[in-house]
């Protein structure tokens, strides 16, 4: 885990390999030198005075123990740049959390901030795991799935279980290799597992079916509207599911905050486009991303996609393009390729 004292200790090390090659008569640039010192936070006078070479491999030494030491404590110490960060952030938008008698709002304020830091943080993690495993040579993919073999007899008196529910599956397995019948296994199995609130009320029988698919009927506006629906429609359904449907006809309490904006303007589309990577992946329009970040170049297209954007935000509705999903299938453990054992 990468951290501020673990990056100086590092340039400590290179600081003092320099100085050693030096002092055995190999030709180093002094700015290089110079660079590792200021990265390693070492004192000019203190650092420069030192030109044994008795001197300098003990320093060497030593700067590489505590190295190994902070690479074995790197979690500790990541967690504490985090802190740290968190802190100086809040502090810097609210700086009066920093004021007398606010420290019990403060460190409910760093808290917040720190979990939302840690959550970054991982996403960024996985995102760079599932870039690694996608890149062309890295990476197997899902080769094969294993299913549970209904062909299979099981010992007198005993039962292998379920074959419809592989996790509690105790018999043999198959492996599928073909492409078309790989696919079709996994979409039996995606279909299970998207289809689990089937049963509920708002996806089955008769309510389901007269909110529509998308929940855009009549009888789902009456909802919305707090207007009465059919007795049919609600007359089998339990006391909390007719007290949510109560509750979705109220207004929402709506929060005015004076920090709130509903307009992203042409500097902000020009901010983000310049420094997001154009190596990541576009999106369903299929335009690239070079192709935004050429537009901030542009007196007009900055302004045309700032409205863009800012029109599903204020108006409240997405584009069909964002409804596009993408499912990869990736093995939750190497060499594992049974069917419940992949990440969706």
């Known amino acids: 885990e990468w951290s501020p004292e673990i990056i100086r200790s590092v340039n400590d090390v290179r600081y003092w390999e320099l100085r050693l090659k030096q002092v055995k008569g190999i030709m180093v640039d002094p700015e290089t030198i110079a660079t590792y010192r200021e990265a390693a936070k070492l004192p000019l006078i203190r650092s420069d005075s030192i030109v044994s070479r008795m001197e300098i491999v003990e320093f060497l030494r030593e700067a590489k123990r505590a190295m190994y030491a902070n690479q074995r404590r790197h979690v500790e110490l990541r967690q504490t740049y985090l802190e740290e960060l968190a802190e100086a952030v809040l502090i810097r938008r609210r700086p009066w959390l920093g004021e007398e008698g606010k420290e019990q709002q403060k460190e409910e304020q760093i808290e917040k901030q720190l979990k939302e830091l840690i959550k970054r943080e991982n996403l960024r993690k996985m995102h760079r795991t599932i870039g690694f495993l996608l890149k062309s040579g890295r990476g197997k993919g899902l080769l094969q799935v294993d299913i549970p073999d209904i062909d299979a007899i099981p010992p007198p008196g005993e039962t292998f279980g379920d074959p419809d529910d592989p996790k509690n599956w105790r018999g043999p397995w198959i492996s599928i290799k073909d492409p078309e019948e790989m696919a079709k296994r996994v979409a039996k199995a995606n279909i299970k597992s998207y289809h689990q609130a089937h ?146």
Request: with cysteine.
């Open 199 to 344: 049963p509920t009320p708002f996806c089955g029988e008769p309510l389901g079916m007269s909110l529509g698919p998308y929940a855009e009927s009549p009888i789902a506006d009456k909802i919305l509207n707090g207007e009465h629906i059919p007795e049919l429609l609600t007359e089998n359904l339990m006391d909390e599911t007719k007290r949510m449907l109560h509750e979705l006809g109220k207004p929402p309490p709506l929060v005015v905050h004076k920090d709130l904006k509903l307009h992203i303007t042409m500097e902000e589309y020009k901010a983000m486009y310049k420094k997001m990577d154009e190596n990541i992946s576009s999106s369903p329009s299929t335009r690239h991303v070079g192709h935004y970040k050429a537009a901030t170049k542009s007196h007009l297209l900055p302004r045309l996609y700032a409205i863009m954007m800012t029109l599903p935000y204020r108006e409240g509705f997405s584009p069909w393009r964002w409804r596009v999903v993408l499912d990869v299938m990736l093995p939750k453990e190497e060499g594992n390729w049974r069917r419940n054992a992949v990440w969706i």
